[in-house]
């Protein structure tokens, strides 16, 4: 059983619509979850973390966790086409180690 | 200079080379860490290195040796490589790993292709 489990798309949305994008994950003791976006050619960067149960909101992302169904999501309400991108779910049970999904690529139409 | 940097961004090299790839970190953070990134598959940990000590070898081949002078500087140098180490690799930091925020700044990467 894969750590973080991603679906890896492509998923397509037309601009202006919500992006829906979904991680599981199979540690209990996880603690903090980030989400990353990563261009093609570029190194991945932090755009969301979250660790309490609910939602999350930063701009037009949010961030939504559920420890007991072991599921953590992020929204990108007004899809724009600079969206377009993989975006990695992260888990860590704290210290050094970060688990990383393989990755969700978007592709936002205009 | 600010953020992560690494060098060189792009590294070809035959199976009996000998290179290294460097990577320094401009935040005053104390965490580095060395990924691979291969197509379509999850980053992979290869090493940790807290106060430039050795924290994590995540069962990486022997022909993968890391090496960690100081907080800024982490070096990964490569000998004997096989044609599937071709790869992204990247270069990240963070604060000290303690607490609960454990985000990573990552440098542009190298890619390597070993022919």
């Known amino acids: 059983q894969k750590e973080v489990e991603q679906n890896s798309g492509p998923l397509s949305v037309p601009e202006g619509a919500i992006a829906s994008l979904n991680c599981t994950y199979s540690d209990r003791g996880s603690q903090s979850f980030f989400w990353y976006r990563q261009y093609s050619g570029k190194?991945?960067?932090?755009?969301?973390?979250?660790?309490?149960?609910?939602?999350?909101?930063?701009?037009?992302?949010?961030?939504?966790?559920?420890?007991?169904?072991?599921?953590?999501?992020?929204?990108?309400?007004?899809?724009?086409?600079?969206?377009?991108?993989?975006?990695?779910c992260a888990v860590s049970t704290g210290g050094f180690k970060t688990i990383f999904g393989a990755g969700t690529r978007l592709f936002v139409k205009a | 200079e600010t953020g992560v940097t690494q060098t060189p961004r792009h590294l070809v090299m035959g199976m009996t080379n000998k290179k290294s790839l460097k990577c320094e970190q401009h935040l005053g953070h104390n965490a580095m860490y060395w990924y691979k990134q291969s197509a379509k598959k999850p980053l992979e940990l290869m090493f940790v290195y807290n106060f430039k000590e050795q924290t994590e070898n995540n069962s990486v081949p022997s022909?993968?040796?890391?090496?960690?002078?100081?907080?800024?500087?982490?070096?990964?140098?490569?000998?004997?490589?096989?044609?599937?180490?071709?790869?992204?690799?990247?270069?990240?930091?963070?604060?000290?790993?303690?607490?609960?925020?454990?985000?990573?700044?990552?440098?542009?990467?190298?890619?390597?292709?070993?022919?």
């Open chain 1, 43 to 88: 190194s991945p960067e932090l755009i969301m973390f979250i660790y309490s149960n609910g939602d999350k909101e930063d701009g037009r992302f949010t961030a939504q966790l559920n420890k007991a169904s072991q599921y953590v999501s992020l929204l990108i309400r007004d899809s724009q086409p600079s969206d377009s991108a993989t975006y990695l």
């Open chain 2, 63 to 115: 022909r993968f040796s890391p090496e960690c002078p100081n907080s800024s500087h982490l070096f990964l140098h490569l000998h004997t490589l096989q044609p599937e180490d071709s790869a992204l690799y990247l270069c990240a930091s963070h604060g000290d790993g303690t607490g609960l925020y454990n985000e990573q700044f990552f440098g542009p990467g190298t890619r390597l292709t070993v022919l």
